[in-house]
């Protein structure tokens, strides 16, 4: 969109002019006294504190409640590859979501290069100024290395926000589906459509969830993955021994056949003939937007349980509903990494917040929920604690 095109009428326009969001102090600053204390020369007494103790860092200064919001600008929402000004928006629309929902204060981070290199050496220099680093947006495969290397290298949580957000959702989404339908996690058939970001933490969330690795099939644009494939990537290899125990080979129509249920994070349209072949009584999550991967009415012509990542139809799978608190628990708790078991824990505290009141319009709890968030905290800090991840 050009300049010309830009209306400043247009209640988008008028709502993004100046930006979302500012930095507030914390703190009066009103008479010399405060100035004192504030600034020099009184913060020289803290300054020094912290370099003979590090850890002081998270009490004294706003690392304790601050995450990094850090982006390359190559796989924004649905746009793709638009860099780092025009991916500007969307990470200040992340940080004001981090402090509605979990009062965690973010910071926009739009690097000027995708380069794996330089992404991971200048979060690396830019990690003592945060208490976490929330990945955002950065397209597959080079996303699962730079998350892997900054998890490696700082003592701080790093979460990629695009894979595990979606896939604590979709697991929790699916334990209250399998749950309202009376069925149990580890006795459903499930394929998976995409093995780009989501497509592959959603297939490892499940799997630590409970879902059984022999009875998923995941496809992607080459159709279904597994040992009868060359030439895979490694994150696709890995996939390929770890699903697909019955050696499917085809496309998606062969890896819904029979299946209990469908995952869409592709993108890709998925034939209602490959829907109509499921085993009945079925779940289909389908996540691509603004258009789903099967459109839901007619999904729910052949299943019991739809889901979308749109706000206008029921279940909607947003990752508001994890970041945010996943987030503050791991600050809480003081958190060094995010371990498999505080996303779980995460996505059972999710499903939890309905769990009793259950029905095939509301598998999940609605983003605006405000038990959602402190419920998620909770859990991922006490899974912390248990997992030995706390400074």
Known sequence: MSSSTVDPADPVFRLHRGGKMAVASTVPLTSREDLSLAYTPGVARVCEAIAADARLADDYT????????????????????IGPRAALPVMEGKAVLFKQFGGVDAVPVCLD????????????????????????????PRCFEIERRLDEALDIPVFHDDQHGTAIVVLAALRNAATLLNRKLGDLRVGVSGAGAAGVAVTKMLIAGGVNPEQVVVCDSRGIIGRHREGL???????????????RQGDITEALRGADVLI???GGEIP?????????GGIVFALANPTPEVHPEVAARHVAVV?????????QINNVLAF??????????????????????AADAIAGVVAESLTAEAIVPSP???????AVAEAVAEAARRDGVTR
Do not use: C
């Not at 992404?119 to 003592?128: C, D, E, S």
């Open 62 to 81: 706003w690392t304790g409640h601050t995450v990094a919001v850090v982006t390359d600008g190559s796989a924004v929402l649905g746009l793709g590859n």
């Open 113 to 140: 290069t995708q380069d794996v290199d330089e992404i991971v050496a200048v979060v690396r220099a830019l990690a003592p100024s945060f208490g976490g680093i929330n990945l955002e947006d950065i397209s597959a």
């Open 233 to 247: 990537t490694g994150t696709k290899t890995e996939l390929a021994e770890l699903t697909n125990a019955d050696g």
């Open 264 to 266: 869409g994070v592709s």
């Open 272 to 280: 209602e003939a490959a829907v109509a072949g499921m085993a009945p």
């Open 307 to 315: 889901a979308t990542g749109r706000s206008d139809y029921p279940n």
């Open 324 to 345: 945010p608190g996943v987030f503050r628990g791991a600050l809480d708790a003081r958190a060094t990494r995010i371990t498999d078991g505080m996303k779980v824990a």
């Open 368 to 374: 605006l929920d405000p038990r959602v968030a402190p």
